[in-house]
C-alpha cells in the first residue's frame, strides 16, 4: 500500500519517504516559481530595450532631417556662390555639387 493512502500508520512507518517527497514537490514548485520570474524579467528588460530602440530611431530620424536641411542650405549657399563667380561649377543633375550623392541616396 502507498504511504500516502496508509494514513497516519502510513506515514508513520514511511516518514522519511513523505519527508522527501514533500521536499521534491516544494523544490519543484520553487523552481517553477523562479523560472516564472525569470520569464517576467526577461520580457520586461525586452520591452524596456524596444522602448530604448524606438526612442533611439525618432533621434536618428531627427539628426538625419537636420543634416539633409544643412545640407540643403550648404548647396543653396554653393550654388549661389557658384553663379557669381562660375557658372560651369555645377555639372552634375539637378544642378548639385558633384562631390555629393543625390538626394535619393541619402534616404537609403
Not at 523544490?27 to 517553477?32: E, S, T
Not at 549657399?77 to 563667380?85: F, G, H, N, S, Y
Amino acid at each position: 500500500m502507498c504511504c500516502l493512502i496508509g494514513g497516519s500508520k502510513g506515514f508513520r512507518r514511511n516518514s522519511n519517504i513523505f519527508r522527501v517527497w514533500r521536499m521534491k514537490k516544494n523544490l519543484q514548485l520553487k523552481a517553477k516559481d523562479a523560472e516564472t520570474s525569470r520569464n517576467q524579467a526577461d520580457l520586461e528588460n525586452k520591452d524596456h530595450l524596444l522602448k530604448k530602440i524606438e526612442k533611439d530611431i525618432i533621434e536618428l530620424k531627427v539628426a538625419l532631417e537636420q543634416l539633409q536641411n544643412g545640407r540643403n542650405k550648404l548647396h543653396s549657399r554653393l550654388e549661389m556662390a557658384a553663379k557669381q563667380d562660375s557658372p560651369k561649377f555645377f555639372s552634375g543633375v539637378e544642378g548639385r555639387c558633384p562631390y555629393c550623392p543625390p538626394l535619393g541616396l541619402a534616404m537609403d
